[in-house]
């Protein structure tokens, strides 16, 4: 549940409080959060709702997920912290069988789908119901009360909830893969290009980094698991700035196991096709590298990166 509401806990919300907002007083549950109920009519105007006497909001739907836009302000009606902006979608909320008495989950589960509402909370209490802390001064100093405006959309079975977010997931790699075939497209241009350039010749793994042997080594190659021992020297290939190596580190060879994602993936290809003492550039596209995210401000998103290595030794 705190998962779900921290995740709601960022951006800032354009929810507007309906205007009869200002005119409706507040009801009070026993354990003293305050509500104002709203629903839209045929014309779409809010209009205040009242919680029916036959209202049982845990009886039918502990255990599902209410999905809601929620915007947090404080007793001054400064915002705090809000979801729309943040992420177009409404954020999941789980309805638990027993929610702690004025907690936010307690209140959030007086809504159906279609409901606006505006609760009221002493803030000291809401923080350690819902969240777990203590209330951050700076609310309290302005009046400890924490209000919430929340929109409910859908509410659903944790089963339909899970395929959702399954099916989100997948669109969400479907799209990064895509995006990451068409980058490829474009760094493999790149290093061809640096190939013929410099009158180099590289081979390619499977996986789609190009290496080229410097200085051949002696014996078989490393098996995934095993230990290796690298010096490095990390530069971008378009410009040729260096970004890091092990000459800055006191030329300590570099560690780790080989194959299982210690390091980026063009490393666990090219470094499995070395024998020890080699030495060999690496070419490496940015989707086997850092990606559309990059490394800071040395590696820029989508960078072709080269390396010049050396296999000192593994075991």
Same mark, same amino acid.
């Given at each position: 549940m705190k998962r779900f509401l921290f995740g709601a806990l960022a951006g800032l919300l354009n929810l507007v409080q309906p205007a009869q907002a200002q005119d409706q007083p507040f009801a009070r549950l026993p354990s003293g959060t305050e509500y104002r109920l709203f629903r839209a009519d045929a014309a779409g105007k809010y209009q205040p709702r009242t919680l029916a006497p036959t209202d049982a909001p845990y009886a039918s739907r502990a255990g599902q997920v209410l999905t809601v836009f929620m915007e947090f302000r404080t007793g001054r009606d400064s915002v705090l912290m809000s979801s729309r902006r943040m992420q177009p979608t409404a954020q999941p909320v789980a309805l638990p069988a027993k929610p702690a008495p004025g907690g936010l989950e307690e209140a959030l589960g007086l809504l159906l789908p279609g409901d606006s509402a505006v609760f009221r909370f002493p803030a000291d209490t809401v923080f350690a119901k819902t969240f777990g802390r203590a209330v951050p001064p700076f609310i309290k100093r302005s009046g400890n009360i924490l209000t919430v405006l929340a929109s409910a959309r859908e509410l659903l079975t944790m089963e339909q909830m899970m395929a959702r977010q399954q099916q989100l997931q997948a669109q969400v790699e479907?799209?990064?893969?895509?995006?990451?075939?068409?980058?490829?497209?474009?760094?493999?241009? /790149? &290093? /061809?290009?640096?190939?013929?350039?410099?009158?180099?010749?590289?081979?390619?793994?499977?996986?789609?980094?190009?290496? &080229? &042997?410097?200085?051949?080594?002696?014996? /078989?190659?490393?098996?995934?698991?095993q230990t290796v021992r690298v010096l490095y020297r990390g530069t971008v290939l378009s410009t040729g700035k260096e970004f890091d190596s092990t000459a800055k580190r006191n030329n300590e060879p570099f560690s780790f196991t080989l194959g299982v994602g210690q390091v980026i993936p063009g490393w666990d290809q090219g470094i499995a096709m070395l024998t020890k003492g080699s030495k060999a550039v690496l070419l490496i596209p940015s989707p086997l590298a850092y990606g559309a995210r990059g490394a800071g401000a040395d590696i820029p998103p989508n960078t072709v990166l080269r390396f010049e290595v050396e296999l000192v030794d593994f075991k």
């Open positions: 479907k799209k990064a893969a895509q995006q990451a075939v068409a980058q490829s497209a474009k760094d493999n241009a /790149l &290093i /061809l290009a640096y190939l013929k350039k410099n009158h180099a010749t590289a081979k390619k793994t499977i996986g789609g980094t190009y290496y &080229i &042997i410097k200085k051949a080594g002696t014996g /078989l190659p490393p098996k995934k698991g």
